[in-house]
């Protein structure tokens, strides 16, 4: 029995062999019209690999902007503005209700009280200037608490975090990111060294790992280049930079300089500084990470609502779960990617057209080689499977320069449109698989066709 099979076997590989030689054979006398009728599965089989290529490549993003956002986070960024939630009346004053603004202490109290919260960390940013042996330039100084780091996935590639001490204590010391350490420790090893951020001198604790990100991203997630950023403890930022919540005499001062000084003709001030007058939150950003990923909208509803009663119903602070922006532009790639596959199909479908016409066509002009095979001992397989090949060879070839054609068109969209492209091997794959599938499909029934012709009529055809 097993021999039987074999022999089974080795005359279909040899019939296969011989229908793929007769194939090409056939469309070397006409490689022009083959290469024509080609071109259909070639900007198809293309299209799917620039779609596949889209697809991975905004996948791989997502992915990367997760690592970036953190998993799991829900972000609370403090409104300058206040706004009530229960609308007024007409003629009805309603007094304006006293908020603390969003506070380190709204961090703690979300970490101790709700359950699926796994860790919470405040961020305070300052615009200041960085200095150290002649160098000056602009930078930020952020307070943060220890657990920031994790939440961001920022790794420490040199030293250490802040210890218990110096978060308690409020030292002068600091994590820089690499590009602080590129252009202010050139030739030696920041660690231990001392660095000037705005009027205080900070001793260098940490380096954090280099995270390569373009402008355009870190403008579109809304987050900062941590490779420029210093990193100072959360306590040391309140007690020796600033604390909204408190109101000391370098802050009467300077009111009361910004007020006495006029400048003619300039009477608009700078919207920054306006804005930082105004702004009386202790935090710039709140950052919660929840233990499970299906708890994260749950939770980012009772957190709203136990800001909303620690703010005294007063609405100055706004929710944003990464995680749902990141899906909702996914599926909106997902959407642009099922266009392209629809203009991709419809591409395909025509070049399959355009194989069964030429085939048709090819059948009444080889009636005579038909019956002379047939004469000879051709059985119906043989001539059907010569016909099959030769679709087959002219879909395939066309998938080849598709996926060459595709790769370059990837390629060329990453460069252009500035969208990342990734070309995978189960991409070329599924291209291979899309243009035999092609040639199988609109083949069969031109090769039925040829193979159903009667021996004798294909003799006496003129």
Excluded at 68 to 97: D, H, M, T
Excluded at 218 to 243: C, E, K, S
């Amino acid at each position: 029995m097993m021999a039987g099979q074999s022999d089974r076997w080795r005359a279909f590989l040899a019939t296969a062999a011989f229908a793929f030689r007769s194939g090409i054979e056939a469309l070397s006398h006409n490689s022009l019209r083959a290469a024509l009728t080609s071109l259909g599965i070639l900007f198809g089989v293309a299209s799917v690999i620039a779609m596949l290529a889209i697809g991975r490549g905004a996948e791989q993003e997502i992915i990367a902007q997760m690592r970036l956002l953190g998993s799991n986070n829900i972000i609370v960024k403090p409104i300058v503005e206040q706004r009530e939630e229960a609308a007024k009346q007409a003629g009805e004053k309603q007094p304006r209700r006293f908020s603390p603004g969003l506070t380190a202490r709204d961090g703690h109290s979300i970490a101790a009280v709700i359950p699926e919260v796994e860790s919470a960390s405040g961020e305070v940013v300052l615009n200041t200037l960085i200095t150290r042996q002649g160098r000056r330039r602009t930078g930020k100084i952020v307070g943060v608490d220890t657990a920031y780091f994790a939440l961001l996935n920022l790794d420490v590639a040199n030293g250490h975090l802040f210890n218990r001490a110096q978060i308690e204590e409020g030292k002068p010391v600091a994590i820089i990111g690499a590009g602080v350490k590129a252009r202010f420790f050139t030739t030696e090893d920041p660690l231990g060294k001392s660095i000037k951020v705005g009027e205080n001198w900070l001793t260098v604790v940490g380096v954090l790992a280099d995270r390569p990100m373009s402008e355009q991203t870190a403008q579109r997630l809304g987050i900062r280049d941590a490779n420029l950023d210093v990193y100072v403890p959360m306590t040391t930022m309140l007690l020796r930079y600033r604390d909204r919540t408190r109101v000391s005499a370098r802050d009467i001062e300077q009111a009361s300089r910004e007020a006495n000084v006029v400048v003619p003709g300039n009477e608009a001030e700078d919207a920054d500084r306006v804005a930082e007058r105004r702004n009386y939150h202790q935090l710039d950003r709140l950052i919660v990470r929840v233990k499970e990923a299906n708890t994260v909208a749950p939770t980012a509803e009772v957190m709203r609502r136990m800001l909303e009663r620690r703010h005294n119903s007063v609405i100055d602070f706004e929710i944003a779960v990464p995680e749902e922006l990141l899906r909702q532009e996914q599926r909106t790639r997902s959407i642009f990617n099922m266009v392209l596959g629809a203009i991709a199909s419809i591409s395909l479908v025509v070049g399959g057209i355009g194989i069964m016409n030429i085939m048709l066509a090819s059948i009444l002009e080889r009636i005579r080689e038909i019956g002379v095979r047939r004469a000879l001992g051709a059985t119906q397989r043989e001539i059907l499977a010569q016909f099959l090949a030769e679709a087959v060879l002219i879909s395939l070839a066309g998938g080849v320069a598709g996926i060459v054609l595709g790769a370059a068109i990837s390629m060329g969209i990453e460069q252009l449109a500035d969208i990342k492209t990734v070309v995978s091997g189960m991409s070329v794959f599924v291209a291979f698989g899309v243009s035999i599938s092609v040639g199988l499909v609109f083949g069969i029934l031109p090769a039925w066709r040829a193979a159903r012709q009667d021996p004798v009529v294909c003799l006496r055809y003129e």
